[in-house]
């Protein structure tokens, strides 16, 4: 029977350890961990995810900074805002939300932030510590798709693992850590050779290739670990919309032995990740472990 890899229970089961793990900085250290938020422009899905961001904050515990700059606002003006961030010893953690206007280079505002407090894991050094093993801030989103594999089974060691999609994001640090979990990773790609021939190699498959409903059974080896990464809103024939993932899960579930669901799977566990980097940079920042 078929595992569903449920990231909404698991990521309020990590908050509720979180709510425990900040109070106790919070009276060590006479304040709680603060995450600031920069939110530049008007797009609505960034709008909503944000507004989930700062509740998920609070309800931990940690204090939220949010810093709203309307879509004319020049790049000068956001690494302005940056810099002053990054300076103030008040917060530990501090993301600008994609995507950005047209007129501002996203490069040159994630390079800006302090490393220490890049808690999305973006920029080169905390990249490139992860790529040799060395101790940094992960990228949000593939920690959470690494938590629902384990919690389909906890030693992955030894797994043939394919991710599908080689973003910065995502595919590249997904791999990473897989490495660091003793799986054999290949990524792939839409350039890939009979990719779903390859995929259906794999003990644990990670799509996150950004195409809704890409992932068909013909991808898949009976038994494996489906993990989708992807979040995709389509049309229906009624004219509303609906959330799907880069995996038809009605024709690959009855395959795998564990896969997670879209919405509900790997999305929360990214905001759940998010804190606990957040808790980590703080404790990172005083010297602690």
Do not use: W
């Amino acid at each position: 029977m078929t595992t569903l890899l449920d990231g909404k229970a698991l990521a309020a089961t990590m908050r509720a350890d979180l709510a425990g793990k900040v109070a106790a900085f919070a009276a060590a250290h006479g304040r709680p961990p603060a995450l600031a938020v920069v939110l530049v422009g008007d797009d609505p899905a960034s709008h909503v995810y944000v507004a989930s961001k700062v509740k998920q904050t609070a309800e931990v515990g940690m204090r939220s900074v949010e810093h709203r700059l309307d879509a004319g606002c020049t790049e000068a003006d956001l690494l302005a805002l940056v810099d002053a961030l990054n300076a103030d010893p008040a917060i530990d953690g501090l993301l600008v939300q994609l995507p950005l206007p047209a007129q501002i280079d996203a490069a040159s505002v994630l390079n800006r932030i302090d490393p220490a407090k890049d808690v999305d894991g973006f920029h080169p050094v905390n990249a490139g510590k992860l790529a040799i093993g060395e101790p940094g801030l992960v990228p949000c989103t593939p920690l959470g798709a690494l938590a629902l594999a384990r919690l389909a089974r906890p030693d992955l060691a030894g797994l043939h693992a394919v991710v599908i999609g080689r973003s910065n994001i995502v595919g590249k640090p997904v791999a990473q850590l897989l490495l660091q979990e003793n799986c054999t990773v290949t990524i792939a790609h839409s350039r890939t050779s009979d990719l779903a021939g390859l995929c259906r190699t794999a003990d644990l498959l990670v799509a996150a290739i950004g195409r809704p409903l890409f992932v068909t059974a013909d991808f898949i080896k009976p038994g494996a670990i489906v993990i989708d990464v992807g979040i995709n809103r389509i049309a229906l024939a009624d004219g509303k919309s609906r959330l799907v993932g880069d995996v038809d899960f009605a024709a690959v579930a009855p395959l795998a032995d564990a896969i997670t669901p879209v919405p509900g799977g790997v999305g929360p566990m990214t905001i759940a990740f998010l804190l606990s980097n957040t808790l980590r940079a703080a404790s990172l920042r005083l010297g602690e472990p």
